[in-house]
């Protein structure tokens, strides 16, 4: 038995339900093509429209390529922002980088539209990292040459001849002096430069720019509130040393933290280290994705491995880190621990970006976190 073939355009012809029926798929493909072609190009042209009455042009493709030569960003840090700035249709992206704030607030829709369709970690990644860059050369134009420029609460750094770095707070910045809290074991050590001689300190600006400077001693005091202080006399001359990678915040947080070594062999963690002492509890008090500092009463020499466990908004966290340096508080009891994070997971290190950035407050946390005893 011989199948039908299909009706040719020939014998359509002669049948004319048949012919109007083939006229009538063909006008209605069209037609959806049409509708669609004109849609995309209503939607360009609201979107030109809007822009041009609010007298501020788009960003196209040329404003991008700036930004990627100006802030050296990768390729998929550049596709993404492209992709974000059609998304939302921004306006001018080189100048409007120049406004922290509304990037911030451009970058997180585009946090919450990830967090909204479960992306990968590897795409959270490059959105910080799209951040930092952005943000690096944004504070290009904010370099600062003078002392006068810190502001009080700034972290101050002096490095001892025996290579231990000292770490305090700028109090005061007044045109005759820089007033400085140091630690009362700094205050009573043999090591601290003498009065009217020349040292050399490690200041933080405004930005993740770390500045070094030349400074005199004044004096030295002990203040009416039992604090004790160094001052200063300001200078002219910072000079940008640093930059650093990865921004940070304080946060003051209980932690536990255990002494472990990088081998697998022995009695070994989770994540495949020796563990050499049991739980010990301390105080994380700032943190970025590259490390942290840690407080705690015990003594563990700089170059030892630490396993870390901390809560975040409601999650439980874990890295290893190495011990850079060591500082003590002003009465000696507690020892500051400077942590360089050596093994940290990937979501780890992005649910650290994601707080330090202010952006975990738009989720609620998910499960809380107990100190163990």
């Not at 490059?126 to 502001?151: C, F, G, M, P, W």
């Amino acid at each position: 038995m011989k199948s039908e073939a299909a009706p040719s355009p020939i014998l359509a012809a002669h049948n004319p339900t048949l012919y109007w029926i083939i006229v009538a798929a063909i006008s209605t493909v069209l037609l959806i093509l049409l509708v669609s072609f004109v849609s995309k190009k209503a939607a360009v042209w609201i979107k030109k429209s809007k822009s041009a009455k609010s007298g501020k042009k788009l960003t196209t493709k040329k404003d991008i390529n700036y930004i990627y030569r100006k802030a050296s960003l990768t390729e998929n840090q550049t596709k993404m922002l492209w992709h974000i700035c059609r998304k939302f249709s921004v306006p001018d992206i080189i100048s409007l980088n120049s406004d922290a704030e509304a990037i911030d607030e451009l970058l997180k829709k585009q946090y919450v539209e990830m967090k909204a369709k479960n992306a990968r970690e590897e795409q959270f990644t490059t959105l910080y990292h799209l951040n930092y860059k952005l943000e690096a050369y944004r504070e290009q134009d904010y370099v600062i040459s003078l002392s006068s420029s810190l502001k009080p609460g700034e972290e101050v750094t002096f490095k001892d001849s025996n290579g231990i770095n000292w770490i305090f707070y700028l109090v005061k910045n007044g045109p005759q002096e820089m007033l400085i809290e140091i630690t009362k074991a700094f205050y009573n050590s043999s090591i601290k430069p003498a009065p009217m001689t020349k040292f050399i300190l490690t200041v933080s600006g405004t930005s993740n720019t770390a500045y070094s400077m030349q400074a005199r001693v004044i004096r030295y005091e002990e203040a009416m509130d039992g604090k004790y202080m160094l001052a200063v006399k300001p200078s002219k001359s910072l000079i940008p040393i640093q930059r650093r990678r990865y921004k940070r915040m304080e946060i003051n947080v209980p932690c536990i933290f255990t002494e472990v070594e990088p081998r697998s062999s022995g009695a070994g963690n989770s994540r495949g280290y020796a563990v050499l002492s049991g739980n010990m509890n301390g105080t994380l008090g700032d943190i970025s994705a590259s490390g942290c500092s840690l407080s705690g009463s015990q003594d563990i020499m700089t170059g030892h491995y630490l396993n870390v466990k901390f809560q975040m908004d409601g999650q439980e966290m874990e890295a290893v880190g190495i011990i850079l340096s060591t500082t003590q508080n002003s009465e000696g009891e507690e020892s500051l621990y400077h942590i360089k994070f050596t093994d940290i997971d990937v979501h780890v290190k992005n649910s650290i970006y994601a707080h330090v950035y202010g952006w975990t407050s738009l989720f609620p946390p998910e499960r809380s976190f107990k100190e163990e005893k």
